[in-house]
């Protein structure tokens, strides 16, 4: 017996083929269908017709209250002109966090929405630095960094405080990042420019 070379198939096949074609239309016409009327009460959609687009509203809703959690509308909040006014009013992550919390948003929403308040003249619910923990010793060794580097110090200024006091870099940089919150000049100027 020869095996089969003929690339006509048999009709079996042919009909199978065909079958497996006519189910695929109707379940994507199906789809279609059922997306098309999705947002229509079932008593408005007949057969054979597609739903108009549900309307789309732009307004952003009027509030007094800054902490409603429709402050603002959409996911796409989060610009960079809002992030940069929420770090320039003196935020932190942790206040971010709290803002979060409180409109029961993602991070990066609350970020959003907090720099949009502030840059519309408006009061965030939650002021600039009041979400960390001062007794964390973690938190307090950032916010010593954080002076340092915002007085516009550098590393090179850290090593040589180090040599002038006589201790480690990051002992130096925390030292004069205590020094600089509390008022106090350190015995060097900055190499940098301090943050405005």
Do not use: C, H
Not at 76 to 100: C, I, K, P, S
């Amino acid at each position: 017996m020869n095996p089969r070379t003929s690339t006509t198939g048999s009709s079996r096949r042919t009909a199978a083929v065909g079958v497996v074609a006519v189910t695929l239309t109707v379940g994507a016409t199906g789809v279609a269908y059922a997306l098309a009327t999705a947002d229509r009460p079932a008593a408005e959609v007949t057969a054979g017709d597609a739903a108009p687009p549900a309307p789309v509203d732009d307004a952003v809703p009027a509030t007094d209250d800054p902490t409603a959690a429709d402050v603002l509308a959409g996911p796409d909040e989060y610009t960079q002109e809002r992030a940069d006014a929420f770090w320039d009013a003196g935020y932190y992550l942790e206040d971010a966090f709290a803002l979060a919390a409180l409109w029961n948003l993602d991070i990066l929403e609350a970020k959003g929405r907090a720099g949009q308040l502030l840059l519309d003249g408006q009061p965030v619910p939650v002021a600039p630095g009041s979400s960390l923990d001062l007794t964390d010793p973690d938190t307090i060794a950032m916010l010593e960094l954080n002076a340092f580097w915002d007085a516009g110090y550098t590393g090179d200024d850290g090593v040589t405080l180090a040599a002038l006091w006589n201790v480690d870099v990051g002992e130096a940089k925390a030292t004069a990042g205590t020094m600089l919150r509390n008022g106090q000049a350190l015995p060097i100027a900055p190499s940098g420019t301090p943050v405005s």
